[in-house]
């Protein structure tokens, strides 16, 4: 069992920066994809950005593209989404999530998620 934690989350102004965290515990994260995903209010659970247990593959929505930055620290058991230029339409709550097996954007293959953190950016 994987039990990841975010962190980071705030209130921040258009254009601001904010970083999140995702640590875990019972298991190491370092073969295991991981995933940001976000759902903002009234909206469907989006993807936002996926690392691969090496940090060598790398995705990201076109919403997010050149302003998020997804890395991992598997020695600390840490991945992180680094946010720059934020937009209010960033304003979601966030979620980590494992994938023990595969790659990919698609949220129903991920095992473990998080509870989420809450960003919220004002215009």
């Known amino acids: 069992q994987v039990h990841v934690v975010e962190s980071g989350g705030g209130l921040v102004q258009a254009g601001g920066s904010l970083r999140l965290s995702c640590a875990a515990s019972g298991r190491t994260l370092s073969r295991y994809s991981m995933g940001w995903f976000r759902r903002a209010p009234g909206k469907e659970r989006e993807f936002v950005a996926v690392?691969?247990?090496?940090?060598?593959?790398?995705a990201y929505a076109d919403s997010v593209k050149g302003r998020f930055t997804i890395s991992r620290d598997n020695a600390e058991n840490t991945v992180y989404l680094q946010m720059n230029s934020l937009k209010p339409e960033d304003t979601a709550v966030y979620y980590c999530?494992?994938?023990?097996?595969?790659?990919?954007?698609?949220?129903?293959?991920?095992?473990?998620w998080g509870q989420g953190t809450q960003v919220t950016v004002s215009s």
């Open positions: 999530a494992a994938q023990t097996t595969g790659w990919g954007t698609i949220s129903q293959a991920y095992d473990y």
């Open positions: 690392i691969s247990w090496s940090g060598v593959n790398i």
